[in-house]
């Protein structure tokens, strides 16, 4: 048991998966695994362990933001010994040929500051993804066929962004979409020497404003959770 997490040893098992919405994470544990306990509660910080195909898995909410997904990441890692980590979750897209319900698989991840900053002082640390893990996410999209885009994404530390110069200048370099929690999850699994990937699902788009009403998130996320099980533990081949 830690501060954040109600869970005992062993009742987390190496790999996690981070949704950021405790109720995100019940959808996904109760759709997807078998043999589903509820191991975490804490300030209604749902976590819940079970088996996909016979492997063991966690998927545990992370809040919103990169200082509560840093809370979970570092207790998950120092007390508990979680060893893949892997966000899933919605994403705004930044580039026209990226639609909504299409998937981004995020190699690296820009931030503007992170939990993580203070760290690295005048260093501008540069946080990537787990190279085994992208490339199996990659094989198990395409096994899919599900709509993929991977390349960089930018990691927000504001909700109700108002920096429309910045957005412009990160379009205009590429970035494909905006998340709020990658490049801190990238930096601690780095700092720990730890597996980590970003598997997120287009559910707004900052170009043509387009959005998915609340009641069809969860329907178009299966396809991200699927391909992040199957990567994880490399189902999907090449």
Known sequence: MSTHIGAKLGDIAETVLLPGDPYRAKWAAETFLNDVVCVNQV????????????NRVTIQGSGMGMPSL????????????????IRIGSCGAMQP????????????????STPSSGIFKELNFAPCADWGLLEASVAAARKLG????????????????????LMTEMMR????????????????AARHGR???????VSDHLLTEEALPADQREKSFGDMVEITLEA???????
């Open 97 to 112: 040929e990226v639609k909504l319900r299409d998937v981004i698989i995020a190699m690296t991840a820009t931030s503007r």
């Open 232 to 238: 994880a533990f490399g189902v999907a081949q090449p």
């Open 195 to 201: 597996r980590a990937l970003a598997v997120l699902t």
């Open 43 to 54: 300030r209604g910080m749902l976590g819940f362990t079970g088996t996909w195909k016979g």
């Open 70 to 85: 840093s809370i979970y990441v570092n207790e998950l890692i120092s007390e508990f010994d979680a060893q893949t980590l």
């Open 173 to 188: 370099h590429g970035v494909l979409g905006v998340e709020m929690e990658a490049a801190e999850l990238y930096a601690v």
């Open 146 to 165: 599900s709509p993929t885009h991977v390349g960089g994404i930018y990691s927000s530390d504001t909700f109700y962004d108002e920096r429309h110069d």
